[in-house]
């Protein structure tokens, strides 16, 4: 199986402030590479496919980007919605997920 | 639109079994592959079973942590994607989403293993 490790787990932020999240695989996965945020209530949204495209009704404040085996999540000015968890996946072959990290208010 | 609604969690015992439905509209169901994916409570996402369509004769894939103890399967006139787990332990205690295309997701359906 494809490992994925993101970092990092927990990454605190203010309003209006630029974050990146990292995804690292542990083998080349091509650009096979998703982004997704999960609210606490357990709703799953996807945000990013195949590294670098929004999903449709995404803000633009959200981009993807990498390739090979490093991948990132850039939120370019956060807004009050975006704290939550964030997870990556490949889909290169069977599908893992990055363990997660949890953008939380500064 | 495209609604999904997973059902048929709830308590059981170890050792013990359960079929977990998603119902979907709103999409040409037969086109798409299926998704099971799970999270344990206060833990990340994994992925749990995968079936194709009729195109790919329906082939299926699992996790290595559970294969031998799941089966997912579909029904294409109803739309509906199917997940039985057997001998059920502790760890499989988690909330199981049904996904298509890893676009739409479900509220997914709680499932506790414990005695």
């Known amino acids: 199986d494809i490992q994925m490790t993101q970092s990092p787990s927990s990454l605190p932020a203010s309003l209006g402030e630029r974050v990146t999240i990292s995804c690292r695989a542990s083998?080349?996965?091509?650009?096979?590479l998703n982004w997704y945020q999960q609210k606490p209530d357990g709703t799953i949204k996807p945000l990013i496919y195949?590294?670098?495209n929004l999903q449709s009704g995404v803000p633009s404040r959200f981009s993807g980007s990498g390739s090979g085996t490093d991948y990132s999540l850039t939120i370019s000015s956060l807004e009050p919605e975006d704290f939550a968890m964030y997870y990556c996946?490949?889909?290169?072959?069977?599908?893992?997920f990055g363990g997660g990290t949890k953008l939380e208010l500064k | 639109e495209v609604q999904i609604l997973e059902t048929g969690g709830g308590l059981v015992k170890p050792g013990g079994s359960l079929r977990l439905s998603c119902a979907t509209s709103?999409?040409?169901?037969?086109?798409?592959?299926m998704n099971w994916v799970r999270q344990a409570p206060g833990k990340g996402l994994e992925w749990v079973a995968q079936?194709?369509?009729?195109?790919?004769?329906?082939?299926?894939y699992y996790a290595e942590s559970l294969e031998g103890r799941v089966t997912i399967s579909r029904d294409d006139s109803k739309s509906s994607v199917y997940l039985q787990v057997s001998s059920l332990r502790a760890e499989d205690t988690a909330i199981y989403y049904c996904?298509?295309?890893?676009?739409?997701w479900g509220q997914g359906v709680m499932v506790t293993v414990s005695s």
């Open positions: 079936i194709r369509n009729k195109n790919y004769n329906y082939a299926t």
């Open positions: 083998q080349g996965i091509s650009n096979n």
């Open positions: 996946q490949q889909d290169a072959s069977f599908p893992t």
């Open positions: 996904t298509i295309l890893w676009v739409y």
């Open positions: 709103g999409f040409n169901f037969n086109d798409y592959f």
């Open positions: 195949y590294t670098s």
